[in-house]
């Protein structure tokens, strides 16, 4: 879809939920646990991926994230291929497509229907996607979805590069008046932008 998917839902069907997958994390919702470990086996279970440009991003202008970057899975893909003219990949591209926007500092949110099904797979910025945007507006504890993992941080490892305050658009992370970085779990979105990238090892995922 290229704008948020709810403005394109059929009427009488119901609106899809969204959730944050970490690339190589299995995931929960709602608790409804999704049996794939990891976002490769999401993509080579669907018969077909399409990408198309990022509808948030090309509508507002003025970001400089990737814009080609929103995946379509099955007949999703197949539907943004007639109405908006995506393209059909494959699943290393569409790995490819989540390493690059995964190293942009992009939160990767999967949409489902009711049946457990993912029809999309969107790479968000905080400055356009009206979604993430409204969640980065409040607390983590007052947002309605939830991940099955979360960051657990190790202040003896840090070294206090700041490179998790920079990533994290939750805002999970700061620094205190002694220049010591802090961390507020339940600030944490479970997205991994900060687990993969923290030069000193200091992040890693445990389970919610």
């Known amino acids: 879809m290229t704008t948020d998917p709810q403005q394109h839902t059929p009427e009488g069907i119901e609106e899809p939920k969204p959730l944050t997958i970490p690339v190589h994390v299995s ?3 709602d608790g409804v646990v999704l049996n794939q470990p990891e976002m490769r086996d999401i993509l080579r279970a669907a018969k077909q991926l399409a990408i198309g440009d990022c509808g948030c991003r090309k509508e507002k202008g003025g970001c400089d994230k990737p814009l080609e970057v ?7 893909a197949l539907e943004n291929v007639d109405r908006f003219g995506w393209r059909l990949i494959d699943v290393d591209e569409a790995m490819d497509v989540l390493a690059r926007t995964y190293r942009a500092g992009l ?3 999967a949409y489902r229907r009711s049946n ?8 968000c910025c905080s400055c356009c996607c009206g979604f993430l945007t409204s969640l980065t507006a409040r607390r983590y504890k007052d947002a309605l ?30 620094k205190d008046a ?3 970085t ?21 992040i890693h995922f445990v389970e919610r």
């Open 27 to 29: 995931v929960q919702v």
């Open 70 to 76: 929103c995946l379509g899975l099955n007949d999703e």
């Open 107 to 109: 939160v990767h949110i």
């Open 116 to 123: 457990g099904e993912i029809h999309e797979v969107c790479s």
């Open 145 to 174: 979805i939830t991940s099955s993992f979360v960051a657990a941080f190790d202040p003896e490892a840090c070294t206090g590069c700041g490179l998790c305050i920079k990533r994290c658009p939750f805002g999970a992370f700061s």
């Open 178 to 180: 002694d220049g010591r």
């Open 182 to 202: 802090l961390f507020e779990s339940d600030q944490c979105f479970g997205c991994g932008l900060c687990v993969g990238t923290c030069p000193s090892e200091a």
